[in-house]
């Protein structure tokens, strides 16, 4: 079964570090771009940024550059997302999606992790 | 940057019914990249429709997508008690400037 697991929710204080992460399996993990969504509670989808598993290139968002990481780890198929330091805004649902074609940047997401809810409070 | 915009923002409707969701792009979407996903709450988003008119696997033939250029349509044919959800458009056509619709939510009348 072609399935993305993600990690579990988070609490953390403003500035502190995370890495969240998606494990994906049933599929060729380097075959297949992952995009990682921002949901806001009770609001809509944001595209954050995207990334080739092949050799970890990657796209941001210009609302996600430079505060947002993204990378995979190919031996263990898992893709990450992390933040160096957290801001209260960053409380929010990450979603990670794979992209439905092979080595496709533009493309639609098929396969979706089921979330991790970030709460970042002092 | 390319902008979409979803109407109506809520659609009452009940089931049996059809519903006809509206996304337009402020630039025309290049190859007809243009998704729909539906989304329940509590979950992750699912794939309904891809290049505007593609059902995704495992999706009922209710569900159906038409449009090109800036406007596009989904279309759910006789709406079902499990299709009250919110629906979002996605254009992936202007790499790397990706960007979701703000969503439709089908509520029950």
């Given amino acids: 079964e072609v399935q993305l697991v993600q990690s579990g929710a988070e609490v953390k204080k403003p500035g502190e570090s995370l890495k969240v992460s998606c494990k994906a399996s049933g599929y060729t993990f380097s075959r297949h771009w992952i995009t990682w969504v921002r949901q806001k509670p009770g609001e809509g989808l944001e595209w954050m940024g995207r990334i080739d598993p092949r050799d970890s290139y990657s796209n941001y968002s210009s609302s996600f550059q430079g505060h947002v990481t993204l990378s995979v780890d190919k031996s263990i198929t898992t893709a990450y997302l992390q933040w160096s330091s957290l801001k209260t805004s960053d409380t929010a649902f990450y979603f990670c999606a794979r992209h439905m074609k092979e080595v496709a940047p533009d493309d639609a997401f098929d396969i979706w992790g089921q979330g991790t809810m970030v709460i970042v409070s002092s | ?109």
């Fill in chain 2, 1 to 109: 940057d390319i902008v979409l915009t979803q109407s109506p923002g809520t659609l009452s409707l009940s089931p049996g019914e059809r519903a006809t969701l509206s996304c337009r792009t402020s630039q025309s979407v290049v190859s007809n990249y243009l998704a729909w996903y539906q989304q329940k709450a509590g979950q992750a988003p699912r794939l309904l429709i891809y290049g505007a008119s593609k059902r995704a696997s495992g999706i009922p033939d209710r569900f159906s997508g038409s449009g090109s250029g800036t406007d596009f349509t989904l279309t759910i044919s006789k709406l079902e008690s499990e299709d009250f959800a919110v629906y979002y458009c996605y254009h992936y056509g202007h790499s790397p400037r990706l960007a979701f619709g703000p969503g439709t939510k089908v509520d029950f009348k």
